[in-house]
């Protein structure tokens, strides 16, 4: 006898609010697949990630109990494929939200909101510690009368330690180009890129709300930011901060100075340089070539391109909120990147982004990889001012 199938019931509620988080996204596609084969989970994953079948459940109003909804690490290279044009990572956020309403999410991420939600950093660390970073700096505090520009720091650059030397380096390239900026200090709001991320649409609305509202009440016009991540999340996905409000990514913005004669990079260095572009910067924001005009004008950087360069970048494996949920050792696309790096002959795999640099030191570590250092863009660039 043959099994008895189950009816598949469709949720009108739930495909209504699908819709509603979505705008509709989901419907425009036509099931073709191209996403699926495209996701770099299919490069390290023995089973296939199907990405197609999550659209369809969107369309149809389906609820989902898998695991697999967190794999997605919003990279983006699948809408970037879509001949629908169908903005997959809404949707996977959609239906993220969904499972957060359910108490659904995998172990590891309501940890991270609640380390949000108390002390404005994933990291878990006190408010009053966040600028300790720069305790030897004497940074001002943000003065729109004073400051051409704030310095939005982030949760990454002040807690974690090896993105401060990222900060640190960002701070003397400012000094060298007589750039008068200034920090929020123990003050600077989350950016709730974060929690955008993983999937949970109404607490990263207030977030951006409460945000939106400092800078506008602290008079910030012009910022940069460390992380593409939060670049996009205030770019992108925040209400109207003020008609003049303009984030920038900190390696546009050096390469506006550079560009201006105002940040002169002249001390000659030695290094054979990759460049791994993040997702949130290239693909999702199509910015490439601001920190390949940086590293071109450094005297000594000889760049070579990786195969999958630019908009077309391979992810790290760290965004999405995969940067707080473990990935199998022979599962991580960093490691992938790593060897892409290695065929360039590169001694310097150079990147723009906190959860990059922590993805790829991980994976150097990992392999004993000791003939290739991870650098951040800014880090590069500091080797060659002249104080
Ligand atoms: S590539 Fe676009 S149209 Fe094709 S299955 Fe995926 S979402 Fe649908
Ligand atoms: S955004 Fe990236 S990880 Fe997510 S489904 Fe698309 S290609 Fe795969």
């Known amino acids: 006898m043959e099994p008895k199938k189950e009816a598949i019931v469709i949720n009108d509620a739930l495909w209504e609010r699908l ?11 036509y099931q073709c697949g191209t996403c699926t084969a495209i996701c770099p989970w299919g490069l390290v994953k023995e089973e296939t990630f199907s990405v197609r079948s999550f659209i369809r459940q969107a369309q149809l109003g389906l609820p989902d109990g898998n695991e697999a909804l967190w794999l997605c690490t919003t990279c983006g290279q699948c ?10 990572t809404d949707v996977f956020r959609a239906l993220r939200t969904l499972a957060w309403e359910r108490r659904a999410a995998p172990e590891g991420l309501p940890s991270l909101l609640w380390a949000v939600f108390w002390n404005d950093n994933p990291w878990g660390q006190p ?3 966040r600028a300790q970073w720069a305790q030897d700096l004497a940074l001002p505090i943000f003065d729109p009368a ?11 650059a002040s807690y974690d330690g090896r993105a401060q030397k990222v900060a640190v380096a960002l701070v003397r390239l400012l000094r060298a180009a007589g750039v008068s900026f200034g920090v929020l200090g123990n003050e600077e709001p989350p950016s709730g890129a974060d929690v955008l991320d993983v999937g949970h649409q109404p607490y990263f609305e207030e977030l951006a709300q409460h945000t939106a509202a400092v800078f506008r009440e602290k008079g910030v016009t012009r910022l940069l930011t460390i992380s593409p991540h939060d670049y996009d999340a205030f770019k992108n996905r925040y209400p109207p901060v003020s008609d003049d409000f303009q984030p920038l990514h900190y390696t546009q913005y050096l390469a506006e100075l550079v560009a201006a004669g105002r940040l002169r990079l002249e001390k000659p260095v030695d290094f054979r340089v990759t460049l791994h572009d993040p997702c949130y910067l290239s693909r999702h924001n199509d910015e490439t070539a601001a920190p390949r005009r940086v590293l071109e004008a450094i005297p000594g950087v000889e760049l070579r391109e990786m195969e999958d360069a630019g908009v077309d970048t391979l992810c790290c494996g760290g965004g999405g909120g995969r940067m707080w949920l473990e990935t199998a ?4 696309f960093a490691d992938l990147r790593v060897a892409e790096a290695l065929e360039t002959g590169a001694t310097v795999l150079a990147t723009a982004c906190p959860y990059c640099i922590a993805c790829l030191e991980d994976s150097l570590k990992a392999q004993n990889i000791e003939n290739l250092v991870v650098m951040d863009v800014a880090e590069i660039a500091a080797h060659s001012v002249a104080s």
């Open 19 to 29: 819709l509603e988080l979505t705008g509709g996204a989901a419907m425009l596609c």
């Open 79 to 88: 809408e970037a494929y879509c001949p629908r044009g169908v903005a997959i």
């Open 127 to 129: 408010p009053s510690q």
């Open 146 to 156: 004073q400051h051409e520009i704030l310095c939005y720091v982030g949760g990454a």
């Open 329 to 332: 050792p022979d599962e991580r």
